[in-house]
C-alpha cells in the first residue's frame, strides 16, 4: 500500500494509469492518480462485487478521505444491500415512491409532474446515470430550463429536483452530492427581499412545530447559519469542551468549501448536546423524522405547514407570521439580533454567521445604524 497522507509522498509517487491505494476501511481503499492528481474510492460489497465512484481533484488528503467516507457511508448504511447504480430518473423515481408510501399522495402526484415537465424521458439529464452526474452536467440541465422561465421559477424546479436526488443518494442510490449544489439564480425581484421575524413570531412557529422541525428552527436561532449548513451538520461538527458547532458551505461555481466554528451560548451548548446524545459522529446532528439529514424540500415543506397552522390560529392580524417567511428568516433574525440586540460589531458577526461585512452593510444597516446611534449617545452622555 502506498503513503498518500502526504504530498511529498505523493510526489514520490510512479505516474501510470492504476492509482496508488490505501485502505482507508474493511473493503474499503482510497486511491490516488499520480500525474492526473485525481482521487478515487473503491468498496467491496457482502457479495463480492467492487465498486467505484470517482471523487476528481482534490489537494488534501484529509478532504479527500472525508468525500470518500461520506460516498462509502451511503452504500454502506443505505436501505439496500448493494448501492442502487441507476439513472436520474431512477432517482427521482424512488423519491415519488417513498412519498406515495408514506400516504403523502397529492405531493407525490405532484412532484411528479415537476419531473415530468423538467426531467421528461427525452432528457439527456435524466438518463445519466446518478453516479456519473458532475456539476456541469446539471448546470447544462438547469441553464435549458432557463428558456422562457423567470429565475425564481427555474429556481423552484431545482430545488424539487435537488430534493430528490439528496433523498436517493441517502437511499442507497450512488451519487455525488456536491454535483447538484448550485448556487441560485439572482431574480431581481427577489434579490432585496428579506423577510424578518420577531422574536414572539419566531417563538410561536417553533411552539407550534413538529418536534423534529421545532428542533432545527431552534438551531437556527442559535447559530443563525443557513438552512443547508445546519440540517448537513454532522455530531462530529459539534464541539461540546469547545462550545462551538463547525458549519459548511460552498458558494458560486468551482468554489471551495468553506467552513467556520460558531460560538454557542451556554444554552447553546445544552441544546446541541441533547441533539447529539447517543448518536454516531457522522449520523446527523439534527435528525430529521427518520432520522437523516433534513432535505430543502423537507424543511420548506414543514415550515410552510407550521406557518400556515400558525396564521390560521392567530385571532389578531398582527400575530399573523408575515409572507415569504422561510427558514432564511431564521437567519436573518438572529443576525439582526446580533448587531441589535447583543451589540456584536458587523466584523464578528460576518465571521460567526459566515457571510461579508458588505452583505451585512446591504441587508442590515438599519440596525448597524441604530446601535451606532446608541454608541454615540452614550458617549455623548458620559463626557
Not at 428542533?215 to 469547545?242: C, I, N, Q
Amino acid at each position: 500500500m502506498a503513503i498518500l497522507s502526504t504530498k511529498s509522498a505523493r510526489a514520490k509517487l510512479q505516474v501510470r494509469r492504476e492509482p496508488h491505494w490505501t485502505q482507508i476501511g474493511r473493503g474499503a481503499y482510497l486511491g490516488y492518480r499520480a500525474g492526473a492528481n485525481t482521487w478515487i474510492v473503491r468498496y467491496r460489497d457482502h457479495d463480492g462485487d467492487q465498486h467505484y465512484n470517482s471523487l476528481g481533484e482534490i489537494e488534501e488528503f484529509t478532504d479527500a478521505k472525508t468525500r470518500a467516507e461520506r460516498w462509502l457511508s451511503q452504500i454502506t448504511h443505505g436501505a439496500r444491500r448493494a448501492p442502487s447504480r441507476g439513472t436520474v430518473r431512477d432517482a427521482l423515481c424512488s423519491y415519488v415512491q417513498h412519498l406515495r408510501s408514506v400516504g403523502r399522495r397529492n405531493t407525490a402526484w405532484e412532484v411528479g409532474q415537476r419531473f415530468r415537465l423538467t426531467v421528461g424521458r427525452t432528457s439527456e439529464f435524466g438518463r445519466m446515470k446518478l453516479e456519473a452526474v458532475m456539476r456541469e452536467d446539471v448546470e447544462a440541465w438547469r441553464n435549458n430550463l432557463r428558456k422562457g422561465r423567470k429565475p425564481r421559477s427555474v429556481n423552484r424546479q431545482v430545488r424539487a429536483v435537488v430534493a430528490a436526488l439528496n433523498f436517493a443518494v441517502s437511499h442507497g442510490h450512488t451519487g455525488r452530492r456536491e454535483a447538484w449544489e448550485l448556487e441560485h439564480l439572482v431574480d431581481e425581484g427577489e434579490e432585496n427581499v428579506a423577510v424578518f421575524l420577531t422574536a414572539d413570531q419566531r417563538d410561536r412557529l417553533i411552539a407550534a412545530a413538529p418536534k423534529n422541525l421545532a428542533a432545527l428552527l431552534t438551531g437556527y436561532t442559535h447559530t443563525g447559519a443557513r438552512p443547508s449548513e445546519l440540517a448537513l451538520a454532522m455530531v462530529e461538527d459539534f464541539d461540546a469542551k469547545g462550545g462551538t458547532v463547525t458549519l459548511r458551505h460552498r458558494k458560486g461555481r468551482g468554489a471551495q468549501i468553506k467552513s467556520r466554528a460558531v460560538q454557542l451560548s451556554d444554552e447553546g451548548i445544552e441544546f446541541f448536546k441533547d441533539q447529539a446524545r447517543r448518536k454516531l459522529p457522522q449520523a446527523a446532528l439534527i435528525s430529521n423524522d427518520e432520522g437523516t439529514h433534513w432535505t430543502d424540500q423537507q424543511w420548506c415543506d414543514g415550515i410552510a405547514s407550521t406557518i400556515a397552522a400558525v396564521n390560521k390560529a392567530a385571532k389578531k392580524p398582527a400575530l399573523r407570521i408575515p409572507a415569504g417567511a422561510s427558514a432564511y428568516s431564521f437567519r436573518h433574525t438572529r443576525i439582526s439580533e446580533l448587531l441589535q440586540v447583543f451589540k456584536i460589531d458587523p466584523l464578528t458577526t460576518a465571521q460567526q454567521t459566515g457571510t461579508s461585512v458588505a452583505m451585512i452593510e446591504k441587508y442590515y444597516f438599519k440596525f448597524i445604524s441604530s446601535a451606532m446611534r446608541e454608541k454615540l449617545n452614550a458617549v455623548k452622555a458620559s463626557a
